[in-house]
């Protein structure tokens, strides 16, 4: 087996990310589980309903929030921005600040901190209606190494011949952790999301080798891991089994939106995590 330095993570497979209409809620990044929201929706017609999506990150800046508003079911593809919101964040250590509108419906900061352990409050003030989330950001899984493993390929089982990922890290006995894995493949993001439980690894050290990809001699792959708390980890797993029930491959019944750690009936989510990236190339052929 190659192994290279450094890297990164996980699991479940979301098909594609394009496919929500209604339910997709573009590209950002939740706590207390009590605050979670499943919002059904009428899909014969509804009012526009807004949609905030914010994340903070363990990075230097800017952040982003993005304020998008819902429109009918039927037509899913037309997300209008938001304009002139007020929007603030703050956290546990008095440092509060004003994000500028710096395109319509989007919303940055450059003067907040991302920490890890501290705990970020989002308001969303639009007109007279106020929407509030809080969110912690959790300690980051330390990363050990990517490695990578030659498929030899066999055509009776349709398995390609190339290289599967695989990631190694400790998972600490004393906490709950989780994580999110995104991957590009020669610059291209890969469609299929994978998660991270910590519950059924705690304390272990855990190969994770889930990915679906199998990658071609000399690819680049780029990972972006991402530490995540528990809030943010039920709303991707929530969006999973929409996707899933989208595709066939689980019966309806699912929530008809992600849950939300959003107050006031907002769709969308407040994320905090942090981030761990790296970059391997695969070798030019079998080792």
């Excluded at 800046?61 to 429109?71: Q, R």
């Excluded at 989007?106 to 969303?124: C, F, I, N, Q």
């Excluded at 980051?140 to 030899?152: A, H, K, M, R, T």
């Excluded at 008809?256 to 006031?264: D, E, Q």
Aim: charged share 20%; with cysteine.
């Amino acid at each position: 087996m190659y192994k290279s330095n450094d890297s990164a993570f996980l699991n479940y497979k979301i098909t594609t990310l394009r496919k929500f209409g209604l339910l997709l809620i573009s590209a950002l990044l939740i706590t207390s589980v009590a605050c979670e929201d499943v919002i059904e929706i009428d899909l014969d017609g509804v009012e526009p309903r807004v949609i905030i999506e914010g994340t903070i990150t363990d990075q230097p800046g800017p952040y982003y929030v993005l304020i998008t508003e819902s429109t009918d079911y039927f037509n899913p593809s037309d997300f209008p921005p938001v304009s002139g919101a007020v929007v603030t964040v703050s956290d546990d250590s008095d440092n509060t600040d004003t994000f500028e509108e710096i395109l319509p419906g989007l919303y940055a900061s450059d003067s907040l901190e991302g920490v890890p352990g501290r705990t970020y409050s989002l308001s969303v003030t639009i007109e007279n209606e106020t929407y509030e989330a809080i969110s912690t950001m959790p300690r980051p899984l330390e990363i050990d190494s990517l490695g990578v493993e030659y498929q030899p390929g066999d055509s009776l089982i349709e398995e390609d011949e190339g290289y599967i990922l695989h990631c190694y890290f400790q998972d600490p006995a004393d906490r709950d952790d989780y994580a999110r894995i995104k991957i590009h493949q020669n610059n291209i993001l890969s469609d299929n999301m994978y998660l991270y439980d910590g519950d059924w690894s705690d304390g272990n050290y855990f190969d994770y080798n889930y990915f679906w990809e199998v990658y071609d001699f000399a690819d680049t792959v780029d990972i972006a891991f991402r530490t995540i708390n528990h809030e943010t980890m039920i709303y991707y797993f929530t969006l999973m089994e929409i996707v899933a029930s989208e595709d066939g491959e689980m019966p309806h019944g699912v929530p008809a939106n992600p849950a939300t750690n959003l107050s006031n009936g907002a769709l969308g989510y407040f994320a905090t995590y942090t981030l761990w990236t790296d970059s391997l190339v695969m070798p030019d052929g079998p080792e």
